[in-house]
Each structure stands twice: as C-alpha cells, then as structure tokens.
C-alpha cells in the first residue's frame, strides 16, 4: 500500500536515502551498502553540501563511492528534489551541534498533504522559524525527542548534548488545539528515554493529544 501512494516498488535495497547531518547514528547505516555487505549499485544519496565533502573525504566512506555502492546527490537549502509525480522533499538548516556538517530537517510533500521532519535541533528558541508556525503549515510533525527530561543521563552535563525535552516541547505545544497537538509525533528516542519502555510515561504523552512515532508507520499524504 505505502509502495501504491509514494508511486515506488518494494525493494530490499532503497532507491535513494536522505542524510540529515554527520551525527553517529545519522550516517553510518551507510555501511550496509558496502562491499563487504550488500554490494549495492548506485543508491542515490541525498545530502547538503558539507555532508557531501565529508563522505568523500573520509573513509570508509569514500571507498562506497569509488567502488559505486552510492551516488551522492547533492542537495541545497529550500530547493525541492522531485521523487515521483506524487512526491518531493525540500531540506531547511537548523540549529545543532554541526562538527562536521550541516544539520537538515525535511519537508516531504505528497499529492495533498504534508509533513515536517526534524530530527535533531538543539533548541526550538535557536531556530530562526517559528515552530508552532511551521506545525500549524503541515498536517503531520515528526519532531526531535530524544530526550524526555534533563535528568536522563546520570553523570553527563546534558547541555552538552542539546536537544529540546519531551517535557518542554509538551508545555510550548500546550496552548495548542486538540486538532494541532494530534499533528505532532515525537522520534528519534535515545536508549534512556522512557518513551521506549515506560507505558506509564507513554500514556501521559498521549493523553496529552501527542503521539509517539512507531516502527513501519505508514502515512498516507493524498
């Protein structure tokens, strides 16, 4: 069904994979693809243009490029890449901790509706947009949750490691109407957030009018 709506064919390796940024766990999935694993041809990459110099500058990821496993695309800033007839993506800069690269979020854009995609960003107060503004212009948000509350990493300076906390976003997102807070979908959870095992925590969230992303959720955007 999700192959029907996006106008794409069910394949064990992707047509293309989109990089937010060069954060451990953003980029290395890559590795698969690799001589040593699949061997795959080709697989487009899309990726800004710092993301771009650091996969052709550093192994081992250089040598997926010269043996051909991917094809970087290069991408721009609020320039849309057009996928199908029924599908294009447009990536915005945000705020983050950017060593080696820029940080992206995406907006994908179906036939009728559209979503926001940030998975990382160090705080909402350091985006240059309104994040309530951009919630209420899409009809779904996946939006940074990695941490549930400063208190997550005994032994950590968490400002270290910024991302804004369930906890927050819930009390920013607040004054919102049932039909806008519905919108919302917290992802990206790390291994201490009680979003992942904690049903007690969960349902508070959901009560809320918030959801949790889940793995193989499909979205229809027609």
């Not at 390796?13 to 690799?34: C, K, N, R, V």
């Not at 906890?167 to 997102?173: A, E």
Request: glycine share 6%.
């Amino acid at each position: 069904m999700a192959q029907d709506i996006s106008g794409f064919n069910l394949k064990t390796i992707p047509d293309g994979i989109f990089l937010s940024h060069a954060h451990i766990g953003h980029y290395t999935g890559l590795m698969q693809l690799g001589h040593e694993v699949m061997g795959a041809k080709g697989v487009k990459v899309f990726a800004m243009p710092r993301m771009s110099k650091f996969l052709n500058s550093n192994g081992p990821w250089d040598q997926l490029i010269d043996f051909g496993n991917i094809n970087i695309e290069q991408i721009q800033e609020e320039k849309p890449i057009i996928l199908s007839q029924n599908c294009k993506v447009q990536a915005f800069t945000v705020p983050h901790r950017d060593e080696y690269s820029e940080t992206v979020g995406f907006k994908i854009f179906g036939p009728t509706k559209t979503v926001l995609f940030i998975p990382d960003i160090d705080k909402w107060s350091k985006w240059e947009k309104d994040i309530i503004e951009e919630i209420k212009s899409v009809d779904f948000a996946f939006i940074d949750g990695t941490f549930f509350n400063q208190k997550e990493l005994p032994g950590r300076d968490m400002s270290l490691v910024p991302h804004p906390f369930i906890q927050k976003s819930i009390q920013q997102f607040s004054a919102l109407p049932i039909s806008e807070r519905s919108k919302i979908h917290f992802i990206h959870f790390n291994h201490s957030n009680p979003m992942i095992w904690d049903s007690n925590s969960r349902n508070k969230v959901l009560k809320k009018g918030f959801k949790l992303a889940e793995q193989k959720q499909v979205l229809a955007l027609d």
